[in-house]
C-alpha cells in the first residue's frame, strides 16, 4: 500500500514537531498549561525544563526506532520499536488522562495520531 511508505516520514516529523516544542519549553515559553500535566502557568520552573529536555532524547529515540522498523536508518533491532511504542501508548494515554483539559485537547489528539501511525509501522509490513 503506497500510502505505508509515507508513514516512517509522518511519525518522524510528529516526533520532530514534539521536540521543536519541547525545545520552546527548555527556552521559557509560555506554555505551562498545555504540558505536564498544566500544573503550571506560563513558563516551565526549572525542574519541568528537564524533564522537557529529557523528553527530547526520548522522542529522539522513539522516533529512531520507529523508523527503524520500517527499514529507515539506523537500523535498530526491532525491540527497539516495540519499546517506542509502549511508551508511545503511555504517553498518549497520559495526554488524555490529564487534568489539564487544553492539554487534553492539543495533545490528546496529535499523540493518538502518532500512536495509530508507529502501531502501523510496527505492525503493517
Known sequence: MI???YL???????CLGAIGFQFALIFGAPWGRITQGG???GKLPVS???VAGLSVFVLLGMAL????AAGWWPNWPSWASWIALAI???STL???ITPSRPERLLWGPITLGMLIVAALIVFVP
Open 88 to 90: 508511545q501508548s503511555a
Open 65 to 68: 526506532a520507529t523508523t527503524s
Open 8 to 14: 516512517p516520514f509522518i511519525y518522524y516529523a510528529a
Open 39 to 41: 500544573s503550571n502557568e
Open 48 to 50: 519541568g525544563r528537564i
Open 3 to 5: 500510502i505505508t511508505e
Open 94 to 96: 497520559a495526554n488524555w
